[in-house]
């Protein structure tokens, strides 16, 4: 799989790799050094030793995201990249070939169908002005395990596929057996359709895509024979908490020269995120299964973050991996609140941990060894800056209670003065709060120089959103801080996580909520501050930005969930993004969809009924139901037979009777099933069955 065209940029990473290597090796020295000359005893104690070490490390780890900020600005402001895919792309009416027929596939578990089928139908709508749709077939596969919501998505997909006319483009599949969640389902749809499609999207339950990226990521595979995978940067949309608006503002604004910048140095060896990607399907089902780890969970078992190893297996096998920074209309949806994203965060840490399990794995490419170095180390360097801090603090209340040691081991003649260089101090510390501030002052600039600024409701409220984001940011990062650093510590530990849908709702936290998740949090910094305020004034000063944070982090949370508040910055034009001063089609018709939906589910005279009972006494949805059901006649005769006295139970004593295992083996059955709906509107109780859900 390796051509002249993939050699040449494969020398041109490698090339810039090694410049990067050296871009934060040589600083990171140098600060390291400097940080050690401005502690009492510069470097000299056990204490201070664990503290540069502990520096370099996070130096060198947010060098990372500064050098990859610069050269991003660098590529957009020039604006020409000979390895961009974008070049491939032809015009999007230009017919693509019968051979690039293209999956769409969505895995959903437990979601809100009403936002995943307005999605559904977005994307639908806008392939179809394409003129390119019948080269596309769209995959809901689901993962519900819950009877009553696995009936409900039945039901609605039906529904949908009717009113759109799309019996032979939209399907749905619930799979028995739900292992390896979502990286499971995908794998699944490979083994039964897998191999009569060239290519397959893959999106998440919030996923929407414009149907000309999708016509452009086919083109991209299509003139780009080598790719195996092409990832875009989906940009996220419609959420209206304040800290959704502040990601929301923060990816339109300072995302895209972090995109820039990891295309410049990875080129062909990028990640998979795991949604939003075309993959080519056969060396995904030949090169891509996922290895079971040794040992159990969390650091064995299933390997729970799937995309950067599949990504790592592609290009292992010769294919390349790339990201289309600069292909715009791929867009998602992100956690409303704090406690929703930590919910996330604690399943991305532990599977970011296991990647380490896979550091020596045979054949893997160098830099997905680094990449998985990289993955955990967003978790890990949380538990690293609270362990320097801490150890600053112990360093500051040493000072204080501790009798200095002038003379050390070493015979001299000289004692050793502890001295701290405050103005040094304050020159590191400048230098670092640069490294980390300044890709959001090229983002700006940037904006400024391509005269996007109206896209951001124009430069004053840009400057003011960016402000209240950095301040807001701040005051949070503490937040996140304690809370990935206590998943880090739990899953070392060795506790497992169950699988939770995510809330994709803006519903605000509750107050108690709040306090129980942050009240650990804010009782240790209002003593750790206390102890400092009372015994090292000055150092407590240097720390109150981070105490503050822990302090607040019940109010944070409640506050930047709440709607109501991201209405108001709205409406001050604050934290505005292109999709609300422009809205694309895809967007206003997913909203038009979704409040449609709602509308026609409040007409609904069975609305409030659960799925299975509605399956039993609407005649409609259980005519679907049974055909859904594939079976042959011997199977079908021994469940009539098993199933009954289960029969007999329901008419007898109702639906609130049955378990979920039993309401499983009653919809299995087409013909008991038939019989309950017949035998309920002849001889049974109706009013058992009409109860309306609470």
Not at 384 to 392: E, H, M
């Amino acid at each position: 799989m390796i051509g002249s065209e993939s050699r040449r940029w494969m020398r041109s990473a490698f090339l810039r790799r090694i410049v990067l290597a050296l871009l934060i090796v040589a600083p990171t020295v140098l600060a390291t050094t400097y940080m050690a000359s401005v502690l009492p005893h510069e470097g000299g104690t056990f204490l201070e030793k664990a503290m540069v070490a502990v520096f370099a490390a996070l130096f060198a780890w947010i060098s990372i995201g500064f050098w990859t900020a610069v050269i991003g600005f660098f590529v957009l402001l020039v604006g020409r990249n000979p390895y961009a895919l974008s070049r491939l792309c032809r015009d999007v009416r230009s017919p693509l070939p019968e051979t690039a027929a293209t999956a769409i596939l969505i895995p959903i578990y437990n979601e809100e169908m009403g936002r995943v089928l307005a999605g559904v139908r977005s994307v639908w709508e806008s392939l179809g002005r394409t003129g390119q749709r019948e080269r596309f077939h769209l995959f809901l596969l689901s993962d519900t395990r819950d009877v009553d919501r696995r009936l409900d998505e039945e039901r609605h997909w039906a529904s949908l596929r009717a009113e759109l006319g799309a019996e032979g483009s939209l399907f749905y599949r619930n799979r028995r057996n739900n292992r390896k969640r979502k990286s499971g389902n995908v794998a699944d749809f490979c083994r039964r359709w897998g191999r009569a499609y060239r290519y397959m999207v893959v999106f998440d339950a919030d996923s929407v895509m414009a149907g000309s990226t999708l016509v452009r990521l086919v083109q991209m595979m299509e003139r780009s024979p080598d790719a195996g995978m092409i990832q875009t940067v989906p940009m996220p949309v419609n959420h209206h908490s304040p800290l959704a608006r502040m990601q929301q503002f923060s990816a339109h604004l300072y995302g895209p020269l972090f995109a820039a910048g990891l295309h410049f140095w990875q080129l062909g060896d990028a990640q998979y995120w795991g949604h939003n990607v075309i993959i080519r399907t056969e060396p995904f089902m030949k090169h891509c299964a996922l290895p079971e780890l040794s040992g159990r969970p969390p650091l064995g078992g299933d390997i729970l973050s799937h995309d950067f190893v599949e990504s790592a297996l592609m290009r292992r096998a010769g294919w390349g991996v790339w990201l289309a920074y600069d292909l715009d209309g791929s867009w998602e949806e992100t956690p409303p609140t704090v406690l929703d994203e930590m919910k996330r965060d604690r399943r991305w840490c532990q599977g970011n941990l296991q990647h380490l399990r896979l550091l020596f794995a045979k054949g893997l490419f160098p830099a997905y060894r680094i990449l998985f170095v990289n993955g955990a180390m967003s978790y890990v360097s949380a538990l690293l800056w609270l362990l320097f801090i801490v150890l600053g603090s112990v360093e500051a209340l040493a000072e204080v209670f501790l009798e200095p040691t002038y003379f050390g081991n070493v015979p001299s003649l000289f004692p050793q003065w502890p001295v701290w260089y405050a103005r040094w101090a304050v020159a590191l510390l400048a230098s670092t709060a640069v490294i980390l501030f300044l890709p959001k002052v090229l983002s700006v600039l940037l904006a400024l120089v391509k005269k996007r600024t109206a896209s951001f409701g124009g430069t004053g409220p840009m400057l003011a959103s960016v402000l209240v984001e950095s301040l807001a940011g701040t005051l949070l990062a503490p937040v996140r801080m304690l809370f990935h650093s206590r998943f880090v510590f739990v899953t070392l530990l060795g506790r497992n996580i169950g699988w939770d849908a995510q809330d994709r709702g803006d519903r605000g936290i509750p107050w108690g909520d709040a306090l129980a998740a942050h009240g650990i949090g804010t009782v240790v910094a209002l003593l750790w501050g206390l102890l400092l305020f009372a015994f090292n004034r000055a150092f407590f000063w240097w720390l109150s930005p981070i105490l503050a944070g822990l302090v607040l982090g019940a109010p944070l949370s409640v506050y930047t969930s709440r709607p109501a508040i991201g209405g108001w910055l709205r409406r001050h034009r604050l934290l505005l993004i292109p999709e609300e001063i422009d809205p694309p089609r895809e967007l206003e018709e997913l909203a038009a969809f979704e409040k449609a939906w709602r509308g026609r589910e409040g007409r609904d005279p069975l609305e409030g009924l659960s799925g299975f009972v509605r399956t039993v006494v609407d005649p409609v949805a259980n005519a679907l139901r049974r055909s859904l059901v594939r079976r042959g006649e011997a199977v079908r005769e021994r469940s009539r037979r098993k199933n009954l006295p289960l029969l007999e139970k329901a008419l007898r004593s109702g639906p609130r009777a049955l378990s979920g295992a039993e309401k499983k083996r009653l919809i299995d059955d087409p013909a008991g099933l038939a019989q309950l709906h017949r035998r309920i509107w002849t001889e049974g109780d109706l009013s058992l069955w009409l109860r309306k859900r609470p």
